[in-house]
């Protein structure tokens, strides 16, 4: 297994030093990893080989390899203590469990490592970049609704406050409006709070203050306002 280890990361150019950061793991043990002296964990095996996309099937029988001649060692009744494992592994293993099990593994690997990048940026660069993101989100909720503002127009509204020349209030406000919609989520979600049906209304007053005031936070006049359990499923605003 060291020796695919080492070759997949020389095959993508990649440093140990650089392993050993989108992973979180210590350089010096990703140097030990690839000399064999030591071995890395299952959870250790499956972040490499998503990272250095290494067959997964193919590094895991590598690893689980070594780890059974390690602990059985070469005595005396090594080869029927296999056998024997063997047998019982064929009687009990799903073979679709296990595929599902997999794939969900390295999707979950993936993420982890995406999440790594991520944490190489500064806070200054993340902040920029989660703002850009926010403006685009805006800019097209908004477009998919017929607000002519382009997405340069949506910027200088919501971090300039500028107005734009032949635009009009309501696709002003409907750009505020969402971002400030978007601010009240992010707050909740960093306080950890609830996100119920109170929750839901104060979103609706906010995306339609100053566009529809009437309607703003309100159910429509013909429809009963449903139960709280049922709410998920039922609630009609007026927009």
Known sequence: MKTLLKEARELKNLKTREVAQLLGIDQALISKFESGSRKPTKDQVSKLATLLEIDFETIMVSWLK????????????????????????????????????????????????????????????????????????????????????????TDLVINEGQTISGKSMREHLEAINHQEAIEFIKNRVKNNASFGEQEIISLHTIILRGILPKEAGHYRQSVKKPPLCSFKYNVYFEY
């Open 66 to 153: 070594e780890k059974i001649i390690h602990e059985i060692g070469q005595g005396e009744f090594a080869l029927k203590a296999l056998r024997a494992a063997e047998e019982e592994l064929k009687l009990n293993i799903s073979p679709s469990n296990n595929k599902v099990s997999t794939v969900l593994q390295q999707l979950l690997n993936e993420i982890d490592i995406f999440k790594a990048k991520l944490n190489t940026f500064s806070t200054t660069e993340t902040s920029v970049i989660a703002q850009a993101l926010e403006i685009e989100y805006t800019h097209a909720s908004n477009w998919m609704e017929g607000n002519s503002l382009s997405l340069a127009e």
